[in-house]
């Protein structure tokens, strides 16, 4: 059973999403305060965290910052605000994924589901072990460093970094990217993966403008260069 802990200053929201998740089988948390779900989250294992953004003591962006200094749970913000540079912001964050409301709480339900599915399946893929005299990355720790040191990587940065490496050399499209990482019944937009990539970059490249390790292919994807 996979712990979910929902930080939601609309009291009727929460209720009717913890119903909807603890009928799938899920142990469900709820507060209505930003502050309070940081206490709440660092007292029990948690694997998902569904974050409104709009709470009456910080802001969801602030509590997601806070989280990221020191977890990579997955990450679900929910908020009114729909613009293309607010869902970039929220990835840029720290979040997985960006529901705007309002929203269908069997929506909700079904993606996470998707999520829980998606871990399942990779779970059993923990062979992966890339290292060179700058960067390594071990799929079973879960763990990035560069040069020695552990860099945070969301869940979602993890996978985009584990599939290129599992197909190194091999140019993937953002849809097939996002078929790997994400499944197929992922309903995103495209600018996801390239977000995510810039995210990626920013923690592993020595020169960002000059990759090393991720490749842009014009017209075509991304691929992994490095070598071991």
Same mark, same amino acid.
């Given at each position: 059973?996979?712990?979910?802990?929902?930080?939601?200053?609309?009291?009727?929201?929460?209720?009717?999403?913890?119903?909807?998740?603890?009928?799938?089988?899920?142990?469900?948390?709820?507060?209505?305060?930003?502050?309070?779900?940081?206490?709440?989250?660092k007292s029990?294992?948690?694997?998902?965290?569904?974050?409104?953004?709009?709470?009456?003591?910080?802001?969801?962006?602030?509590?997601?910052?806070?989280?990221?200094?020191?977890?990579?749970?997955?990450?679900?913000?929910?908020?009114?605000?729909?613009?293309?540079?607010d869902r970039?912001?929220?990835?840029?964050?720290?979040?997985? *994924?960006?529901?705007? @409301?309002?929203?269908?709480?069997?929506?909700?339900?079904?993606? #996470?589901?998707?999520? %829980?599915?998606?871990? !399942?399946?990779?779970?059993?893929?923990?062979?992966?072990?890339?290292?060179?005299?700058?960067?390594?990355?071990?799929?079973?720790?879960?763990?990035?460093?560069?040069?020695?040191?552990?860099?945070?990587?969301?869940?979602?940065?993890?996978?985009?970094?584990?599939?290129?490496i599992s197909?190194?050399?091999?140019?993937?499209?953002?849809?097939?990217?996002?078929?790997?990482?994400?499944?197929?019944?992922?309903?995103?937009?495209?600018?996801?993966?390239?977000?995510?990539?810039?995210?990626?970059?920013?923690?592993? *490249?020595?020169?960002? @403008?000059?990759?090393?390790?991720?490749?842009?292919?014009?017209? #075509?994807?991304?691929? %992994?260069?490095?070598? !071991?």
């Amino acid at each position: 059973m996979s712990n979910i802990l929902i930080i939601e200053d609309e009291k009727s929201v929460s209720e009717v999403l913890k119903a909807y998740l603890e009928k799938e089988g899920y142990k469900v948390c709820c507060t209505t305060k930003g502050l309070k779900g940081i206490e709440i989250f660092k007292s029990m294992d948690f694997s998902l965290i569904i974050l409104d953004l709009m709470l009456p003591d910080i802001s969801g962006e602030e509590v997601c910052k806070k989280i990221r200094q020191f977890s990579n749970v997955h990450i679900f913000m929910l908020t009114a605000k729909a613009s293309l540079n607010d869902r970039i912001e929220g990835l840029n964050i720290g979040s997985d *994924e960006y529901l705007v @409301k309002p929203f269908s709480p069997r929506e909700l339900t079904a993606r #996470v589901n998707a999520l %829980f599915r998606r871990l !399942n399946t990779k779970a059993t893929n923990l062979d992966l072990l890339f290292y060179d005299e700058r960067l390594s990355v071990d799929y079973d720790k879960r763990e990035v460093k560069v040069n020695g040191e552990e860099v945070s990587f969301t869940p979602n940065e993890f996978d985009i970094l584990y599939v290129l490496i599992s197909n190194k050399g091999k140019v993937l499209s953002r849809e097939q990217l996002i078929n790997k990482v994400f499944g197929i019944d992922f309903d995103g937009y495209d600018r996801t993966i390239d977000v995510h990539i810039k995210n990626i970059r920013k923690k592993i *490249e020595l020169d960002t @403008k000059n990759p090393k390790y991720i490749v842009t292919v014009m017209k #075509v994807g991304y691929k %992994f260069g490095g070598e !071991n």
